[in-house]
């Protein structure tokens, strides 16, 4: 008998931790979000980061991909994942942003360069919350963990 309650658990535990998580992050284009905040406004989360970004991609892997962050973008906030270097324009809010060339090799978009440029210059990643007249609200310009961004994010809905 006890081993069938061994073998029962072991068959259990091994279905709930196996279960991968369903529920996929919203993302949205600046177009997107301009259309979408005309019938239901809410902050706006962008996520600014680069190919080439260890702690971007690690966000990418890990904080984006926590089931409570998930629910919480999706439910109180528009979210954007904007590549610093993505070369095609962008129309938001009756102006198009390109891609400057800022180097032979290199360069940034300019609305990447907008809403990522701190007092300390531009770092990756960077997230930075637009509130509902579309103006930086805030901006962390820095790796955060999904229990870092949580916080973050229920702290600004209490403003």
């Not at 279960?19 to 905040?37: C, G, I, M, R, S």
Request: glycine share 2%; with cysteine.
């Amino acid at each position: 008998m006890r081993y069938v309650f061994i073998i029962l658990m072991f068959f259990v535990s091994h279905h709930l931790f196996s279960q991968t998580n369903d529920v996929k992050l919203l993302t949205y284009t600046f177009e997107e979000v301009q259309q979408l905040q005309k019938s239901n406004e809410k902050p706006v989360v962008v996520f600014i980061h680069t190919a080439w970004c260890k702690f971007c991609f690690a966000m990418k892997e890990k904080t984006f991909t926590n089931l409570n962050v998930i629910k919480l973008l999706n439910e109180k906030f528009y979210f954007i994942s904007l590549d610093a270097e993505f070369k095609m324009p962008i129309n938001y809010m009756g102006h198009e942003f390109k891609y400057r060339k800022t180097t032979s090799s290199s360069g940034i978009h300019e609305l990447a360069e907008i809403l990522a440029t701190t007092e300390k210059g531009i770092s990756y990643p960077t997230t930075v919350i637009l509130d509902s007249n579309r103006t930086i609200d805030e901006q962390i310009d820095y790796y955060l963990s999904d229990n870092q961004l949580v916080k973050g994010l229920k702290r600004y809905l209490q403003k």
